[in-house]
């Protein structure tokens, strides 16, 4: 079977792209959706798999969904699918007829699922591993949710004392001329400076980001910065799991599927957020065109492939089973995932919670030190 590689817009990268990729791209293989997220995709899969499974055509199948008033979001597209469908095309066909909404891969599983009279289970199948990847991007979302609420909480209140709080008490000291105590003072320079110049550093964030973006459209610049995001500590091999779990969903759908192994790896490559890893998964392919076993170039890419997807994809080649393989490395790269989120997130909260208290505190004594100056002078 002959298969058409996909491109992935693979813009973001590291932690940053871990975020785009956990918001916007679902953990089964494909591009990012523009229109449909996963979660309603899932959905409206469902409603199609509980129909067509209890005989319903699938024009009317369609037209069931599109008017249920909770699908009132996605009315005009499942319209333009049922009128393509009417008009004679295949259900695959329709859906690639709306560019950017479905992408390529979840198009051939329904392909496939045609030719060979399974739709329905097909369909069912989609849905559900939609709905199992949406539960795993809810429970890294919350877990990862408190200490970001509290970083941004923290350097909230810090800015908003510095800012706002800090220059009133500041004219009150200069006023009663007391001297400032060194920790004041540096509160004060630092107020004096980012109000003065807080705009210039705005400007320079961004355009640092701008620079680095427009770095990342040169592939080797994009290659080597997302190796080594890889090779930090705590957060590398976290993004080396998420890669691997993209990665081993993109080849386990291509092979249940019916896709040969060098076909397969094909389609994958183009699929993984982070450009190193598909550096990777490209050579991976070359090697099993050329007749290698698909382990023994995983060997040579160790840095990438933890040892038990390794050792489970030795397995699969030797009893012929590499598509049931795949399912049970995804299971454990996701409680692998999930581990680590949590060992993360054990390290970052109490450091996080710690930090900005000392932050708060800090500045409240800073602000409130020549207080005492003043109960000083009072007193004599």
């Known amino acids: 079977m002959k298969a058409t590689t996909v491109r992935s817009n693979a813009s973001g990268s590291g932690v940053g792209g871990f975020f785009n990729w956990l918001h916007s791209i679902q953990l089964t293989p494909g591009r990012r959706r523009k229109s449909v997220s996963p979660r309603r995709l899932g959905e409206v899969f469902s409603h199609l798999a509980t129909l067509l499974e209890n005989g319903v055509t699938l024009p009317k199948a369609i037209m069931t969904i599109a008017n249920e008033s909770t699908m009132r979001w996605g009315r005009t597209l499942l319209m333009s699918l049922h009128s393509a469908i009417e008009r004679g095309d295949s259900f695959s066909k329709a859906l690639s007829s709306q560019e950017g909404v479905f992408d390529e891969i979840l198009i051939q599983q329904i392909r496939i699922g045609e030719r060979s009279g399974n739709v329905p289970q097909v369909l069912r199948r989609i849905s559900d591993k939609l709905e199992t990847d949406n539960d795993l991007r809810g429970r890294i979302m919350k877990k990862l949710s408190y200490p970001a609420i509290v970083t941004l909480a923290g350097s909230g209140v810090c800015a908003f004392m510095i800012l706002f709080i800090l220059p009133v008490f500041e004219d009150t000291y200069r006023k009663s001329k007391i001297p400032l105590p060194l ?198």
């Not at 990342?216 to 994009?222: C, D, G, S, V």
């Not at 291509?254 to 994958?268: I, P, V, Y």
């Not at 299971?331 to 680590?340: A, G, I, P, Q, T």
């Open 183 to 380: 920790p004041t003072q540096i509160l004060v320079n630092v107020g004096h400076f980012t109000t003065s110049y807080g705009w210039i550093i705005l400007l320079a964030l961004i355009g640092l980001a701008i620079a680095i973006r427009q770095l990342r459209q040169k592939q080797t610049f994009a290659i080597a910065m997302d190796r080594k995001l890889l090779r930090l500590p705590l957060v590398g091999p976290w993004l080396v799991d998420m890669a691997m779990l993209q990665f081993m969903d993109a080849l386990g759908t291509m092979l249940e599927s019916g896709f040969h192994l060098a076909d397969a790896l094909a389609q994958c490559q183009g699929t993984v957020v982070n450009r190193a890893v598909n550096q990777a998964i490209g050579s991976l392919g070359k090697a099993v065109r050329r007749g290698e076993r698909l382990s023994r170039e995983m060997d040579r890419h160790q840095h990438l492939f933890p040892p038990v997807v390794s050792q489970l994809v030795i397995v699969g080649e030797q009893t012929g089973n590499l598509g049931p393989a795949s399912r049970q490395i995804r299971d454990h790269l996701k409680k692998d995932v999930e581990r680590k989120t949590d060992n993360f997130v054990r390290v970052v909260e109490p450091i996080t919670t710690i930090l900005m208290a000392l932050l708060v505190g800090g500045i409240l004594l800073a602000i409130y030190m020549p207080m005492f100056g003043m109960l000083d002078l009072v007193e004599k």
